[in-house]
Structure formats: structure tokens, C-alpha cells
């Protein structure tokens, strides 16, 4: 009769979380029908089975100091009261651009009338939520059903977050961490934090190169921007696209990324290596993908190695990664040719939308203008 009130028990459990998953997928989860169930699955396989602590370094992406982006955040925020700042991929020992970005507020906003919220998110999946004993039956198969996503929300198989906080007068400084950050939407909606349309600047260094879904990623983190003023800055990582699976192609893959978006954007490039950073700039209400130029095969491309970077191509996976397919526009422009060459020790080429370079100052000193 125990056996029998488990099992009836359990089958509600599944029935239940099925239709609330459904109903709120589409309302809270814009993006959950674009990304497949099979790309889905592996975040939650590779989360779960090999635990990854991804970790970031991002105090000087694109040569900018933590205090000049916060500034400009500031300036550009008008009247709005609570501003939000996000880095994705801090390693929990060592909050990095948030550490650095907490003493500059301290130092310099204190007395500021506006609050700024600090959030430190990062990816641990040492501790999962355990099954009670009344399902003692799953128990064999427990991480199996962690890493499926029809479960994924339910109350015994989703990982454990963690969740600490802390203020410090006008500044509130949060580090998440125990969740896939492909899936970062959902997490920050079971924690409460409504954050679409509302992030002034999100950092992230050496964090999308290791993601399963580093595109999915981007369009969940281009949504949480301001809308005309948010910003998002990360380094390299690569993009596989249908016959385009070379990692030699990797600045050629994100040009084609970005340039299908109506995002503004800048990258920018150093000598001959194959390592860059970029920039974009949210100009609106529509989301990364709103000209659907950019889709899914719904295939993994295996990677033949680890990660890439010089001097040694090839090394840039640790996983398999999502594949994609890009739907090419007649009257695309040539964002193959740098908009800017800047001839220094770093010999830097920048890429992109040309209005960007007024956020250097350099547009006056460029060797080769191509637009």
C-alpha cells in the first residue's frame, strides 16, 4: 500500500510540474521555445556531472577601468533611483570586477541618493537539493533526473542556490552562484529579482567560452539590459556556426553574431592573436534575436579539442556546443573590414558599428575608416 501511495504520489508530481512549467514558460521565459530540448539537456548533463566553477577577470575589458563604466552608468541613468550592475562568471572565493566596483561606489557614490545593486553570479553544482526518502525509489536515478529539464524547476531536483547578501548603506552586493548561467532567467526569477529592461552594465570574462550555449546566454543577458543604454562586455569565445565550425573563424562567428542583431556594438582586436574583447550597446526594446537571422540546427558541435587561444588553435571546448545557423541579409555591410586601425604596441583593430568609437574618443585618430 506504501509502494502504491509513492508511486500515485509521484506520477502527481510529474503531472503537476508539467502544467505549471508550461504555463509559465511562455509568460516569464521569452526565450525557452527558441533554444532545443536536446541543446537544453546538455547544459544540465555538463552542469551536473562535471560541477564547473566558472570564473571571470573582467576589471579591463576593452581597456576600461571599473570606475569610468560605472560612471558613465551613473551619468546616463538620469532619474532612475536603483541601478543594476551584473558580472557573470565570478569564481566564489574572488568576486573580481564586484569586489573592485563595491570600493568604488564606497569611495566615490556613498553619499549618492541613488542604490546600486551588485550582482555576482556564478556557476557551482557541488550541492544539489536531495531527495526525500519518501521517493526513496528514485534515489538510483536521482542525478539523471537533476540534469532533465521537465524537472529541472520542481522543488527536489534543482540544484541548490546560493544566495548571499549584503549592504552597505546605498549598496547592495549579491553573489548567486549553484545554477546552470545558461538558465540564468529562470533563477533570477525564482529568487524575485525582476531584472528585464533594468541592468545598467553586465561584465563577463573568460565565462561565455565555456558555456554549452554561449548564444542563448547572450540573448538572455541582452535582455536584462536598459533599453538604449545598457551595455554588456565580454572577451572571446566561439561560435559554431553551420560549416563554419573552424575555431580559426572564431572573430569571423561573433562578427556574424553581432551584426544580425540591432545591437550597437564595437570589438576590438589585438595584433595578430586571435584574442578580443567587445562591447554592445542595447539601442532598444527589441531583443538580440528580433530579426531571426539567427537560429539553431539543433545539432552539437563536438569540439576536436579544448580551448582555443594562441599560440595553439583548437583549444576552446571542454563540451560539446550548439550549433547555429545565420540567414544572410542582401544588404548586410562589410563588418569584416576594421572601422578603425590604431597602430601602438598592441597594433588594436576595431570592428563593428562606427558610432561606437565615440565611446573612446579615437574616431579622429584612425588610420583606415571604412565607412
Known amino acids: 500500500m506504501k509502494h502504491l501511495f509513492n508511486t500515485a504520489s509521484a506520477i502527481f508530481l510529474l503531472l503537476t510540474t508539467h502544467l505549471s512549467l508550461a504555463e509559465s514558460r511562455g509568460k516569464f521565459f521569452p526565450f525557452e521555445n527558441e533554444r532545443p530540448p536536446q541543446i537544453q539537456k546538455l547544459i544540465h548533463e555538463t552542469f551536473f556531472k562535471k560541477a564547473p566553477t566558472i570564473a571571470s577577470a573582467s576589471s579591463s575589458l576593452m581597456g576600461f577601468d571599473y570606475g569610468s563604466l560605472i560612471d558613465g552608468a551613473i551619468r546616463d541613468s538620469g532619474e532612475k533611483t536603483d541601478l543594476y550592475f551584473i558580472e557573470l562568471g565570478v569564481p566564489s572565493h574572488d568576486t573580481m570586477w564586484i569586489t573592485n566596483a563595491y570600493e568604488y561606489l564606497k569611495s566615490h557614490h556613498a553619499n549618492s541618493t541613488k542604490t546600486f545593486h551588485l550582482i555576482g553570479v ?142 550597437k556594438w564595437l570589438l576590438r582586436t589585438y595584433g595578430l592573436s586571435n584574442y578580443f574583447h567587445f562591447i554592445l550597446l542595447r539601442t532598444d526594446y527589441r531583443s538580440f534575436n528580433s530579426n531571426k537571422r539567427i537560429s539553431y540546427t539543433g545539432k552539437i558541435f563536438e569540439s576536436p579539442g579544448g580551448m582555443f587561444h594562441e599560440p595553439s588553435f583548437g583549444r576552446y571546448f571542454s563540451h560539446g556546443n550548439a550549433e547555429l545557423e545565420v540567414k544572410r541579409s542582401p544588404k548586410e555591410k562589410n563588418y569584416f573590414a576594421p572601422i578603425c586601425s590604431l597602430t601602438d604596441q598592441n597594433n588594436m583593430d576595431y570592428y563593428g558599428t562606427s558610432e561606437m568609437l565615440d565611446i573612446y574618443g579615437i574616431s579622429e585618430n584612425c588610420l583606415s575608416n571604412q565607412f
Do not use: C
Open 122 to 263: 556564478t556557476s557551482e553544482a557541488e550541492q544539489l537539493q536531495s531527495l526525500p526518502d519518501s521517493l526513496w525509489f528514485l534515489k538510483p536515478f536521482e542525478r539523471v533526473l537533476h540534469a532533465n529539464d521537465f524537472l529541472y524547476n520542481t522543488k527536489f531536483f534543482r540544484p541548490k542556490i546560493i544566495h548571499k547578501i549584503f549592504q552597505d548603506g546605498n549598496i547592495v552586493v549579491r553573489n548567486i552562484s549553484g545554477f546552470d548561467i545558461e538558465n540564468m532567467d529562470r533563477i533570477f526569477f525564482r529568487l524575485g529579482l525582476h531584472l528585464e529592461n533594468s541592468v545598467e552594465l553586465i561584465v563577463s570574462s573568460m565565462t561565455f567560452r565555456h558555456l554549452t550555449d554561449p548564444y542563448g546566454t547572450l540573448v538572455r543577458a541582452y535582455s536584462l539590459l536598459v533599453p538604449g543604454k545598457g551595455k554588456l562586455l565580454s572577451d572571446d569565445f566561439f561560435v559554431p556556426f553551420i560549416r563554419s565550425h573552424n575555431p580559426r573563424n572564431a572573430r569571423k562567428n561573433l562578427i556574424t553574431l553581432l551584426s544580425a542583431s540591432p545591437a
